[in-house]
């Protein structure tokens, strides 16, 4: 479901900052050297500072895929916000983090790729 399509951002869908698994496993671990170097504890966003709207996610999905499958637009949710989008400007000059993977159709069939191998895996 698509939970609404009347916010005030490009396509009416919210805006959110999908991030590869790569990176931010990589931001943690980049936090981890910084503690275990002796450095303080830090709150940091990680992300790409840029969304990418829930239907264009699912457009990417199906042309990645190549299925073709129904969505059924819904009403909003409520206190769901227009758009979440992280500054990543403090994990940059703190700790030298920078996103690798912030294309969406990587992202998409990477994960994909992901799920059908733990699909096929045999177990036992």
């Known amino acids: 479901d698509v939970y609404g399509v009347d916010?005030?951002?490009?396509?009416?869908?919210c805006l959110r900052d999908y991030i590869h698994v790569t990176d931010l496993a990589r931001a943690h671990l980049d936090a981890l050297r910084h503690l275990r170097g002796g450095g303080d504890s830090l709150v940091c966003n990680v992300g790409y500072q840029r969304g990418y709207s829930v239907l264009e996610v699912i457009d990417v999905v199906k042309?990645?895929?190549?299925?073709d499958?129904?969505?059924?637009i819904v009403g909003r949710r409520p206190g769901d916000p227009a758009a979440i989008v992280a500054s990543n400007e403090r994990i940059r000059t703190?700790?030298?983090?920078?996103?690798q993977h912030d294309n969406l159709e990587e992202i998409?069939?990477?994960?994909?790729?992901w799920e059908r191998?733990?699909?096929?895996?045999?177990?036992?």
């Open 7 to 13: 916010y005030a951002t490009p396509d009416g869908s």
């Open 63 to 67: 042309k990645v895929s190549g299925v």
């Open 69 to 72: 499958f129904p969505v059924k």
């Open 94 to 99: 703190k700790l030298g983090w920078t996103p």
């Open 108 to 113: 998409v069939r990477q994960a994909l790729d």
């Open 117 to 124: 191998r733990l699909h096929n895996m045999k177990i036992g």
